[in-house]
């Protein structure tokens, strides 16, 4: 499974920018899919998540209100809709996949795309 993330750029604080993730396999097998980001010395954190069966959604605290996890599976593709945007949202954005095989769970990551916010 390759996952691909566009859409990071420099925006100002307040700004708007969608985040996607094209995945080369349907996102309909995935069990979920995720957004996770990782500031310059702090550990990589969960954003949001969003479940395939249920279209349940999971979001950290720092933004929820703001942002907002959604797929298309017909286009195989997640996305991060990501409003009133802060400094401290500055950060490499990586999708995550999580599999459910009958032997256990397979994590798929992409790259990362950057996202700078300036205040």
């Known amino acids: 499974v390759q996952l691909v993330e566009s859409g990071g750029g420099l925006v100002q604080a307040g700004g708007s920018l969608r985040l996607s993730c094209a995945a080369s396999?349907?996102?309909?097998?995935?069990?979920?899919m995720g957004w996770y980001r990782q500031a310059p010395g702090k550990q990589r954190e969960l954003v949001a998540d969003?479940?395939?069966?249920?279209?349940?959604?999971i979001y950290a605290d720092s933004v929820k209100g703001r942002f907002t996890i959604s797929r298309d599976n017909a286009k195989n593709t997640m996305y991060l809709q990501m409003n009133s945007l802060k400094p401290e949202d500055t950060a490499v954005y990586v999708c995550?996949?999580?599999?459910?095989?009958?032997?256990?769970?397979?994590?798929?990551w992409g790259q990362g795309t950057q996202v700078t916010v300036s205040s």
């Open positions: 969003i479940i395939s069966s249920s279209g349940r959604t």
């Open positions: 995550r996949a999580l599999i459910i095989t009958g032997t256990g769970s397979e994590y798929y």
């Open positions: 396999e349907q996102t309909f097998s995935f069990y979920s």
